[in-house]
């Protein structure tokens, strides 16, 4: 694809514009719950024909071709190393309920339901089920963020949208075989053989290998020279592309090399997972969010060119099927009559699956632009009824912390007065470690370095450095000072390790609202917070 100079220009306007846009209104955004997609969805109609006329693409546009493909990569890899390995094994029946008879199901109902209602081809109806059963993990963020959100639902919900495109995606590659966009033999039937290495051996494989290898090299350089941590997060994203890359030179599925990285990444280097949630998933976040703009200029409205009465229901019907799928796989869990309705209301439609769809429209399936509008339909149904179940679970939760006296705060919102005098790290630790009773390990005051708000004078001695001894806090102690030892080491690094803090207060640091959990754990304010969060 070939740009000339005020094409590059546009759309280096709009890259810049998506960020800016997306930093201004992020407040704005997680206080009110509005769906961020249909900010970008928005946008996009601004900036396209119909508003300033700044972005024209179609379906055979090149640039979205490259844009989607990047995107729905970037997808499957944050969906596989957000992972945490852990928790899935642990919940292992919750996880198979969700991805089996919940999602699964679902897509089989859609499917007979885009057959029978629409009279589409039972293949290119199973390709539309199973992109409209791929939840939006960009509408889901702002839903998993929610301290109203109760545990066992945000876990279930947790791990479908972190693993049901990589069981849908399959279903989409094997149903285009269907349709005449595959790979075929010699008397023009699907050469299955040929498929199955291609697909899921060639592709998985590539992206295993380049994983371990990524992993590998970064071991070695961190014990010789060290990396920067913002800089693992950007490894972490040229792992992903390149493990897209390889896959596809040798003719294996680029998608699945891609998730089959992340899955490997979480499963060998937490460290380097953490980093790419701190950091690199902000920078996936802005590309999507890019690609939403994308579709809000002109495509995604071409679902509103087939309303009718009949394509309406079926969009309503669509939403509910889920419904109707989930209440009966989750029935025998032990999850309470909430969480269960929760779990099955909330499976948004958004990114994904418009990314699933497209690849029919890139492998030129016969009435892939026909699947394409059905799908842009139910998104914006989806947009519109998830999205404001979200604001409306927003301003509930709202109620409740006013009429508590407790005024909820926005990720990252400061308190109203300074939770500590000082937060200090406690380096170099003499480690205590005695058994408990669910077989963990605790070592006693043990933490990592984190930034000194100010120094501390202990008997004559000062700490300027950014971390503290354990002699110096013990010093604080001593001198009648009130010492919280805070563990804010991220879920999955808590989760893998076998070794905690004695008494430490337990802070998750990406579950945002730090404030208002340490208000919850009762942390004064007029307390020396030491940080262990290695």
Known sequence: ??????????????????????????GLIERSNFPQVAVFLGLGAVLGPAGLGMIDIGLDSPMLRIVATLSLALVLFTDAVGLNLTETRRHAKLAFLVLGPGTMLTGVIVTLMGW??????????????????????VLLRGL?????????????????SGLNDAVLLPVVLVALTFLGAGAEGASGSPDWTRLVIDQFLLGPGAGIAVALLAVATLDLIRRKIGVRRDYESLYSLGVAFAAFAVAESVHGSGFLAAFA???????????????????????????????????????????????????????????????????????????????????????????????????????????????????S??????????????????????????????????????????????AVAVAEPEVEVAPVPDGRAHEHEVAAPTPVAEDVEADGAQATAERMTIAEMRMLQERGERVILVDARTERTFGNSDRAAVGAVRIDPNAGMVAEQAAEQGIPKDAWLAIFCA
């Open 1 to 26: 694809m070939q740009l000339t100079g005020e094409e590059l220009a546009g759309v280096l306007a709009l890259v810049g514009m998506v960020i800016v846009v997306a930093a201004l209104l992020s």
């Open 116 to 137: 029978w209602m629409l009279g589409l081809p039972l293949a290119a109806a199973a390709i539309v089920g199973a992109a409209l059963v791929s939840t939006d993990p």
């Open 144 to 160: 998993l963020k929610s301290r109203d959100l109760p545990a066992a639902a945000r876990q279930a919900l947790r791990l479908e």
């Open 261 to 375: 990285a992340g899955l490997t990444i979480s499963a060998l280097d937490v460290e380097l997972c953490d980093c790419f949630l701190e950091y690199g998933e902000t920078t996936a976040e802005m590309a999507l969010l890019f690609t939403f703009v994308l579709f809000g200029a002109s495509l995604i409205w071409e679902g509103l060119a087939i309303l009718t009465p009949l394509t309406l229901l079926f969009a309503l019907l669509v939403i509910v099927a889920r419904v109707a799928a989930f209440v009966p796989a989750l029935a025998f869990t032990r999850l309470t009559r909430k969480e269960k309705l929760l779990i099955s209301w909330f499976g948004p439609r958004g990114l994904s699956t418009l990314l699933l769809v497209l690849l029919a429209v890139f492998a030129d399936a016969p009435g892939a632009e026909t699947m394409f509008a059905i799908c």
């Open 377 to 422: 339909l139910v998104v914006l149904v989806s947009v519109v009824l998830h999205g404001g179940s979200m604001m409306f679970l927003g301003r509930i939760s709202g109620r409740k912390a006013r009429r508590a006296g407790t005024p909820p705060l926005s990720p990252g919102e400061p308190p109203a007065a300074p939770i500590a005098p000082a």
